[in-house]
């Protein structure tokens, strides 16, 4: 994507730009925070959406940046659940975001390790060892004793946050913690993406074959990025069991997995917020239509899987790329500042 | 250990002639077909309701189930499978996922969550001794009649002028299509038949697998196994690979119950690893 011998300093300066922040970002996070002072009564949703959108987020560092596909994100997503749960059941940390952080590092230290499995192959085999290393793991937590099995490792008690502030019912707690964590994983991730690192991701995506031809070595690239990917899911799934208190098999379904590519389909991948918005948009049309149906609420799921693929992925991401684009440009219009038309698009 | 050995054929020919079509989607249209389980649990439901409330035959039954099933693959891919085959495999991946999901959600919906038995004949049930070995009566008949079909399938594949256009086809569509041959005809057709052995095998299976609405979801890793380890090159290569696996299956699970599906899985990743092309495949010049 970006011409390989153009001078150091324009690629600099090309980052920069794409690092800068858009009105319609500081909007979306603005929003976010008076969430909490202006819907209080949905906390706990909220929470949920938050820890859904940072595993969405995870996935996107992978399908979005660098092109790897997976449909056993999951795993990761449940090994930080059980490992969070397990320590803190077992009092080894109590402190749960020191907890959160050992989850992510024994979610990434899984990552890394298969990792090397994925690299083989190409796209058909990379969806099926995925989804057998979830089916891997799942079966794991079924059987050990320690994990509880089909029961769910129950018995977990969340200490307050740096000592401080306890968990409560109603969620406060939870929303802002959550919050918290996907904003400060958010910058992060921004940073990864935007600085040389993250372009090397992209040209890997874009062609392999040439990213390697210019240098760029993409096996260690690979690695890094499914390590960086699987740390962030293994939080995603520690905050859920902290937030809940409770981690189950559920955390390692296959319907997890698909779910989280739905998930980031609906927002569309490659530019950060489809995760974060397609979670929102996802939790809204959980919450209609179980409602309606509770109980057949796959069909639904289902049913837009569907659509997507046959109306075309690109239309459907099209969409909230136009809303974003109307977004900036009435702020641009608002503001009178010049900003970047380098509009993040969907590169497949 | 013998009786092992048998029940373990058993179960790696019914998992044959259930997998056998998706060998064929994935060779030939290199086409990821998840909801292939969805056309088996099909026949078993259509089977389920031929047998239990309309007092069919059983024997009548299974035939119906074949033509069910494949009317309803046929039905499916001439009006959106049609839609993704040159999409990328993570969408046909999602599309097919999409499919499993709705066929779940509506036969849970239709049925009822529980699972379902068919009632089989009584002089089907039981076992006799045959030389000290116990030989599943039920067992037997599926042995039988999917061994049957495997042979049916390779003389189909092997002898007729049908065949050698699918072999044709799998071997390279676009020389194939060059030479004349209606590749997407030849594919409609079998991915019919294929859907119709799915329903025939989740018909015959619904006794020993279990038949409740997750049966897709239960069963695409085990689908998936036979594909991927046995390759879709040819009809042999899933065929042992089938027979490995429900031989392994029931002997694991026999012997050794705490590692459960977790020996199959892990195999699979390693033949994946060790071999993308699958064991059995003999290697192809592309």
Same mark, same amino acid.
């Given at each position: 994507m970006l011409v390989a011998h153009a001078p150091v300093h324009e690629a600099a300066a090309r980052l920069r730009a794409r690092a800068r922040w858009r009105p319609f970002e500081i909007a979306f996070w603005l929003a976010a925070l008076a969430s909490y002072f202006l819907m209080p009564s949905w906390h706990l949703i909220l929470a949920e959406v938050a820890i859904l959108g940072l595993f969405a987020l995870s996935l996107d560092l992978l399908l979005g940046y660098a092109g790897v596909v997976s449909l056993g994100h999951a795993a990761f997503f449940g090994f930080g659940a059980y490992v969070a749960g397990l320590i803190a059941k077992y009092g080894i940390v109590t402190e749960p975001v020191l907890a959160l952080v050992v989850s992510g590092i024994a979610a990434a230290v899984v990552g890394f390790i298969t990792s090397f499995l994925v690299l083989r192959g190409a796209d058909l085999t990379r969806l099926m060892v995925t989804l057998g290393v979830a089916l891997v793991l799942r079966e794991i937590a079924n059987r050990l004793a320690i994990t509880g099995g089909a029961d769910g490792l129950q018995g977990i008690t969340i200490g307050p946050i740096f000592g401080m502030f306890p968990f409560d019912i109603a969620g406060h707690t939870a929303y802002v913690y959550s919050l918290a964590v996907l904003f400060l994983l958010f910058l992060l991730a921004r940073r990864i993406v935007n600085s040389p690192f993250g372009l090397s991701l992209r040209s890997i995506k874009g062609n392999p074959l040439r990213a390697a031809a210019i240098g760029v070595p993409v096996n260690r690239r690979l690695v890094a990025i499914y390590t960086i990917g699987a740390a962030y899911a293994g939080v995603a799934g520690a905050l859920l069991t902290q937030t809940t208190q409770f981690a189950s098999l559920s955390v390692l379904d296959f319907e997890r997995s698909a779910d989280v590519l739905l998930i980031l389909i609906i927002g569309g991948p490659g530019y950060l917020y489809g995760g974060l918005i397609g979670a929102i948009l996802f939790k809204l049309m959980q919450d209609w239509l179980a409602n309606l149906t509770p109980q057949y609420w796959m069909f639904w799921i289902g049913l837009v899987l569907v659509l997507i693929v046959v109306v075309g992925r690109e239309r459907v991401s099209g969409w909230s790329l136009d809303f974003a684009a109307a977004v900036r440009g009435l702020a641009r219009r608002l503001v009178g500042s010049r900003t970047l038309a380098s509009s993040p698009q969907d590169r497949r | 250990m013998l009786t092992i050995l048998f029940d373990g054929i058993a179960y790696g020919m019914l998992l044959f002639v259930l997998a056998c079509g998706l060998a064929v989607t994935l060779g030939l249209m290199n086409f990821v077909n998840l909801a292939h389980g969805a056309f088996a649990m099909a026949g078993g439901y259509v089977t389920v309701v031929l047998v239990n409330r309309l007092g069919v035959p059983f024997f009548a039954a299974l035939p119906l189930a074949f033509v069910a099933s494949a009317l309803l693959g046929l039905l499916l891919e001439r009006t959106v499978y049609v839609h993704v085959y040159a999409r990328g495999h993570l969408e046909q991946v999602l599309f097919t996922i999409g499919l499993v999901f709705m066929a779940v959600a509506a036969v849970d919906y239709v049925m009822g969550s529980q699972q379902q038995f068919v009632a089989i004949p009584s002089y089907l049930q039981g076992q006799f001794n045959f030389?000290?070995?116990?030989?599943?009566?039920?067992?037997?008949?599926?042995?039988?009649?999917?061994?049957?079909?495997?042979?049916?399938?390779?003389?189909?594949?092997?002898?007729?002028?049908?065949?050698?256009?699918?072999?044709?086809?799998?071997?390279?569509?676009? &020389?194939?299509?060059?030479?004349?041959?209606?590749?997407?005809?030849?594919?409609? &057709?079998?991915?019919?038949?294929?859907?119709?052995?799915?329903?025939?095998?989740?018909?015959?299976?619904?006794?020993?697998?279990?038949?409740?609405?997750? #049966?897709?979801?239960? #069963?695409?890793?085990? #689908?998936?196994? &036979?594909?991927? &380890?046995?390759?879709?090159?040819?009809?042999?290569?899933?065929?042992?690979?089938?027979?490995?696996?429900?031989?392994?299956?029931?002997?694991?699970?026999?012997?050794?119950?705490?590692?459960?599906?977790?020996?199959?899985?892990?195999?699979?990743?390693?033949?994946?690893?060790?071999?993308?092309?699958?064991? #059995?495949?003999?290697?192809?010049?592309?």
């Open positions: - | 030389f000290g070995i116990g030989v599943g009566r039920y067992r037997l008949l599926i042995i039988v009649i999917c061994g049957l079909l495997t042979v049916a399938l390779q003389f189909t594949l092997a002898r007729t002028r049908f065949g050698s256009r699918l072999r044709a086809a799998v071997d390279d569509a676009r &020389v194939a299509r060059g030479l004349g041959i209606n590749v997407n005809a030849v594919f409609a &057709v079998t991915f019919a038949v294929g859907s119709g052995l799915a329903g025939l095998g989740g018909a015959l299976g619904a006794e020993i697998l279990g038949l409740d609405p997750n #049966f897709p979801l239960k #069963f695409m890793i085990y #689908f998936l196994i &036979v594909v991927t &380890v046995g390759g879709t090159s040819s009809i042999t290569g899933p065929f042992l690979a089938s027979l490995l696996l429900g031989i392994g299956d029931v002997a694991g699970k026999y012997y050794v119950p705490q590692f459960g599906a977790f020996a199959i899985y892990t195999i699979m990743i390693v033949v994946l690893i060790w071999r993308p092309q699958g064991l #059995f495949a003999r290697a192809t010049a592309r």
